[in-house]
């Protein structure tokens, strides 16, 4: 077990951004303390050798924009809130509105590009911490966040925490887009992975792809992932939903009950190319599916994000069922377990 630190680029401020990298058991994972960015991810192949299974840039200065959100940790509330706008306590907000009409991953200045402080780095442990001030892409609040990333034998995890001194919405999550084919696989390898997600209903969209409040089940629909399928299978079926993303960019509600370490099974999905499989676990009720429908950094479709999640736009759609607001005394614990195996 060993954790390296090295220097990955200079912010046009002079602010030095560090890739810690943990490695252990055959795997690797170097993560940056801008964004708390998974940056890459390598595991054993059929044969023993190292596959990067986490799609990246060549180039560092890339992460400076990085419109793909390749591998960061956003918030202070994933996905999408509708107009960026919502009430709480009485109290109307207004977001910065990054994405169309709406607010996306956190706004124009989301958690991606900030510089998250060290709190430890030591075996097979990196912690890093952020404050994000009152008034935040305008959310209410000074809030606290820590996140933990930690190596398994067979994988690795993503544990966060958060206070806030006011009431305010906050749902985070990891933005990975992956290829068990390789990285630099490309879309076909990635359309030919088999996926099985947990999930007998999903949350159909509008045009912006804001849901709509409906909770829709799969069956008899190209949303039907509970049996493996291809993710290239169905994608181009004549489907409004489909239409509407240009692929699958939705939210899926997860079924499974938690085991008794609060984790619930999420998705098992397998390179037909490598053999190599991942399992997803998660402390969270849904997941996006988004299949790089709209990718600017690599080639359409290159990798796929299964990103945990509160459901999107949910501090505005109490139908859901699902408190996103954190509250003064309250800590918002989740975490996000990766497992490789062939």
Not at 221 to 235: L, M, N, Q, S, V
Request: aromatic letters at 10%; proline letters at 7%.
């Amino acid at each position: 077990m060993s954790v390296t630190k090295e220097l990955f680029l200079t912010l046009p401020d002079g602010t030095p951004v560090h890739r810690y990298t943990l490695e252990k058991d055959g795997v690797s994972l170097s993560v940056l303390d801008r964004g708390s960015t998974l940056q890459r991810v390598a595991v054993p192949g059929p044969e023993g050798e190292p596959v990067e299974v986490l799609l990246n840039y060549t180039d560092p200065a890339a992460y400076l924009s990085c419109p793909d959100y390749l591998g960061a940790f956003v918030g202070r509330v994933a996905n999408r809130i509708a107009k960026g706008h919502f009430t709480l306590d009485g109290k109307e907000y207004q977001l910065a509105c990054n994405n169309g009409e709406n607010h996306l991953h956190g706004g124009v200045d989301g958690f991606n590009s900030r510089v998250f402080r060290l709190v430890r780095a030591e075996d097979d442990l990196l912690e890093l911490a952020l404050t994000s001030p009152d008034g935040d892409q305008g959310y209410p609040g000074e809030l606290e966040l820590t996140v933990r990333w930690k190596l398994l034998e067979d994988g690795f995890s993503l544990e966060w925490e958060a206070t806030s001194d006011k009431a305010t919405p906050a749902a985070f999550t990891c933005h990975a887009y992956w290829n068990l084919a390789g990285k630099d696989a490309g879309p076909e390898a990635m359309e030919d992975h088999r996926l099985r997600l947990f999930a007998d209903h999903y949350t159909p969209v509008g045009e912006t792809l804001i849901p709509t409040g409906e909770l829709a089940a799969v069956e008899g629909t190209p949303f039907d992932f509970t049996a493996p399928h291809a993710i290239g299978e169905r994608i181009g079926q004549d489907c409004p939903q489909l239409s509407i993303a240009g692929g699958y960019d939705h939210n899926f509600a997860l079924d499974a009950a938690p085991g008794p370490d609060g984790l619930r099974p999420l998705a098992e999905v397998t390179s037909p190319a490598t053999g190599i499989t991942m399992t997803v676990e998660t402390t969270l009720p849904g997941v996006q599916f988004y299949s790089g429908n709209f990718m600017q950094g690599h080639a359409k479709r290159s990798g796929f994000c299964l990103e945990p999640q509160t459901f999107p736009d949910a501090v505005n759609q109490p139908a859901f069922g699902q408190d996103v607001i954190l509250r003064p005394g309250q800590v918002r614990r989740d975490a996000i377990r990766w497992r490789f195996s062939l």
